[in-house]
């Protein structure tokens, strides 16, 4: 197993780490939009907007839609459907039992306060801010 430790090495405060994480980016995706598939679409285009970020700090991003709503398409079913209760948490909670870290983004979500709780009682960290998120080491 390799490390996982992070440190300032940098000298400016940044955190540098010495491997990739797979990094949970959560936040709003139904939460709020009286369920507008417009509204919707626009909340994963918002965590999918800090896909960038993470990826170019050395780390793979994940986001749970982009588990939960392909699974969910394959049994004929969306978003709308009873079976999606039985995916869309229980997919990000199977996720985060191979992450290394959340990213948590602003606004009200009740999924996403989830995955804070879970990630916490797990020890892992949860960052609020891109700039926290440590870098990795070339």
């Known amino acids: 197993m390799y490390s996982t430790a992070m440190t300032d090495t940098t000298g400016t405060g940044t955190t540098v780490t010495d491997r990739p994480l797979l990094i949970l980016i959560a936040g ?15 909340n994963l285009a918002r965590l999918e907007s800090a896909a960038w970020p993470v990826f170019a700090a050395g780390h793979i991003p994940m986001i749970g839609e982009w588990v939960a709503l392909p699974v969910l398409r394959s049994a004929d079913a969306t978003v709308f459907d009873p079976l999606a209760e039985q ?11 191979h992450c290394d870290a959340v990213l948590r983004l602003p606004g009200e979500s009740t999924g996403a306060d989830q995955d804070v709780a879970l990630a916490q009682q797990r020890g892992l960290p949860v960052y609020y801010r891109l700039a926290d998120i440590p870098v990795r080491a070339a």
Do not use: H, K
Request: proline letters at 12%; charged letters at 20%; hydrophobic letters at 35%.
């Open 28 to 42: 709003p995706y139904r939460s709020g939009t009286g369920d507008d598939p417009g509204q919707m679409a626009a």
């Open 87 to 97: 995916v869309m948490y229980p997919t990000a909670e199977r996720l985060l039992a």
